[in-house]
């Protein structure tokens, strides 16, 4: 895009912040950068404070025009993206090529895993009435608004994202996935577990009590495959025999 998006953004929140928190001096760089009128910077410079007001109106006309140029922009991007996706997804003979994406061992499958196939069958129908939605509007003879494309736009590439994500997950199941999930949810218990027995075992050290005894044997239980070190802490602290 043309313009600096960060910049707009400045600008922006420097108008977002409330009257006694602006810097005006800030403000008038602002207005220097966008206008290159050194004049009028110097003039504003002399009071920022007493310019304030026309500094804020000058601002916000610029940033209004400033968004309305960056909308327009992110538009036309996201109409150039649909366009793709429309080529690579909703081509004539994509219900075959969905057919063909249907594993072998569909029937074998977990339901949840089942369900993300049935699911982009529902994604790609609505992908298709968003799309011709958007060449409906493409065909009026008046010019189409960016505000009415936009929605339409953003639905069918969030759509497209999780078409992908979920074919990602479908093509990718085995049947090891619930036992690799469940090592790795096991593995962080762990380590949590870790970081708490050794944040415990100072304050029994200093105040011993079965409470605090009875939690950290119960973190104990969650550790896998404790270091010496952490085993021979506990137990010279009498909480391990």
């Known amino acids: 895009m043309a313009q600096n998006q960060e910049f707009t953004k400045a600008i922006q929140d420097w108008l977002n912040l409330p009257d006694e928190q602006r810097d005006y001096s ?24 007493r310019n304030a007001d026309f ?49 072998d ?16 069958l529902s994604i790609v129908q609505r992908m298709r009435e968003l799309h011709l939605r958007l060449r409906t509007l493409s065909l009026d003879t008046a010019p189409c608004p960016d505000s009415d494309r936009y929605p339409f736009l953003k639905e069918l590439i969030a759509l497209d994202k999780k078409l992908h994500s979920n ?23 762990s380590r949590n577990a870790v970081k708490l027995i050794n944040l415990a075992k100072g304050r029994y050290a200093k105040k011993p ?26 137990k010279e602290l009498g909480i391990l025999e």
């Not at 403000?27 to 404070?49: C, E, T, V």
């Not at 109409?79 to 004539?92: E, F, G, R, W």
């Open 105 to 120: 061992d569909h029937d074998q499958l977990p339901d949840e895993i089942q369900a993300l196939y049935v699911e982009n």
């Open 167 to 189: 074919w990602g997950t479908y093509d990718r199941y085995t049947g090891t996935d619930g036992a690799a999930t469940a090592e790795a949810d096991a593995r962080e218990a």
């Open 55 to 103: 500094i804020v109106r000058q601002l916000q006309k610029r940033l209004s025009f400033r968004l309305q140029q960056l909308t327009h922009a992110q538009v036309e991007e996201m109409q150039s993206q649909v366009n793709q996706i429309a080529v690579k997804v909703l081509t004539p003979n994509s219900g075959e090529k969905f057919k063909q994406g249907k594993r």
């Open 209 to 234: 009590s079965e409470e605090l005894k009875k939690q950290i044997l119960d973190l104990w239980s969650k550790v896998i495959n404790p270091t010496d070190k952490l085993t021979n802490d506990l």
């Open 26 to 49: 800030k403000g008038a760089m602002y207005l220097l950068k966008l206008s290159g009128n050194q004049i009028m910077y110097r003039n504003l410079m002399a009071n920022p404070r």
